[in-house]
């Protein structure tokens, strides 16, 4: 056996061949055309697989992502892929390879991991916890356009170049390059929908479905709330079936025009997250307090305990998973009945971080 380790560049394709046979046997297309960012030789150095009698026979990734966000960058690493041949399983093969992608992470200076899954009790184990806020509405009436004067398009193609100047509107937003969004263009089931003004400006896009997920999911979208909702409007009229359009908490706006016309929602998690570089992540969010003029803001562990609070006003969370929560969501500092209102009110000025990653990126 050999292994956890990064594969070799020769071994790349038969890594991705290891992945088709193990998750997509009945997909008509190659799994590196759904992630291409994480499954592209370039990221071949956080890819971990384990060896035995020269053939692999499990796998995981890691895909490190920048997030930009109101108060801090966050290095953010994505993990994912996470697979054992049927006949290798309940021997901890995925166990080391997860243990590997978190050292890798750590080691890229990643402030936290998230991935993606239903099996909730596997990752705890690893400190994982379900945190960050996603919020969802489901759209079945038709809503009237209510700009006659936009122009939609349902296809993909369109510049990469646009849909990253409007992407990167957005408040929390990954770093991508124009090749990242052109292969995210051709992911198989994804599909783009956009809205274009009289003088033929991209004012909006959302992506629906992306390769065997999120199907009937508006994962990305961006441009102006008016141009948003006439371009689900669109897409409704157009697709004829229910839709889901996935929300961060800190589209206040948005959100509340898609409660009046959505027939469901629902406030849910952002994924399964886990701090890797802690003292890192403490360091950027004292240093986003003292930018909101919280000079007396503290964030430190003590022994295996973390004290937090403002001033002599101080606190303490003995569980991992707790400070996840409290950080990224979806606890509340106001939840805390144990603080005081003023230490309360001031460490909600930013907490819970706004977090989001954008479908694309989901890995
Ligand atoms: C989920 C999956 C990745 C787990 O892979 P695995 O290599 O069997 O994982 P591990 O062996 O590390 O852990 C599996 C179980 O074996 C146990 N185990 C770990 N080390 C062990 C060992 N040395 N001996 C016996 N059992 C062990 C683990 O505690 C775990 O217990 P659980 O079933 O109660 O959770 C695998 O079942 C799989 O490929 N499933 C299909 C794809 C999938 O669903 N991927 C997850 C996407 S998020």
Redo the contacts with the bound molecule.
């Keep these: 056996m050999q292994g956890p380790r990064s594969p070799e560049v020769h071994e790349f394709s038969e890594v991705v061949e290891f992945l088709n046979q193990?998750?997509r046997l009945s997909s008509s297309w190659t799994i590196s055309s759904e992630y291409p960012t994480a499954l592209s030789a370039n990221n071949i150095h956080n890819m971990s697989i384990i060896v035995e009698d020269e053939k692999i026979v499990?796998h995981?990734v890691l895909k490190p992502l920048v997030i930009k966000t109101p108060f801090c960058i966050f290095k953010v690493g994505a993990i994912?892929?996470?697979?054992?041949?049927?006949h290798?399983?309940?021997?901890?093969?995925?166990?080391?390879?997860?243990q590997n992608c978190l050292s890798l992470a750590e080691k890229q200076d990643c402030d936290m991991v998230i991935?993606?899954?239903?099996?909730f009790?596997?990752?705890r184990?690893f400190g994982f916890e379900l945190a960050g806020i996603e919020h969802t509405y489901v759209l079945e009436n038709k809503i009237e356009i209510k700009n006659t004067k936009l122009r939609f398009v349902d296809n993909n193609r369109v510049d990469p170049e646009a849909l990253l100047k409007l992407h990167t509107q957005h408040t929390v937003h990954s770093m991508r390059t124009p090749d990242d969004v052109r292969n995210f263009l051709k992911i198989p089931n994804s599909n783009l929908y956009t809205a274009w003004n009289e003088q033929n400006q991209l004012v909006a896009y959302a992506v629906e479905g992306k390769g065997v997920d999120l199907t009937n999911y508006v994962h990305e979208w961006a441009g102006s709330v008016d141009c948003l909702l006439d371009l689900f409007s669109f897409m409704q009229q157009k697709r004829n079936q229910p839709m889901t359009i996935m929300v961060p908490s800190h589209s206040t706006n948005l959100k509340k025009n898609l409660e009046k016309v959505c027939t469901l929602s629902h406030q849910g998690f952002l994924g399964m997250i886990k701090i890797v570089n802690r003292d890192a992540l403490f360091a950027k969010i004292k240093k986003a307090f003292r930018a909101e003029g919280f000079d007396q803001i503290v964030f430190e562990k003590q022994g295996d305990v973390v004290v937090f609070g403002i001033g002599t006003d101080l606190y303490t969370i003995k569980n991992e998973s707790d400070l996840t929560r409290l950080l990224f969501g979806p606890l509340k500092p106001t939840d805390l009945d144990f603080m005081s209102t003023e230490t309360q009110e001031k460490l909600a000025t930013l907490l819970p971080l706004p977090l989001w990653i954008w479908g694309w990126d989901s890995i």
């Design positions: 193990n998750l499990s995981a994912g892929s996470v697979v054992t041949d049927p290798h399983r309940q021997r901890g093969l995925s166990s080391r390879n997860i991935l993606w899954t239903d099996q009790d596997f990752y184990r």
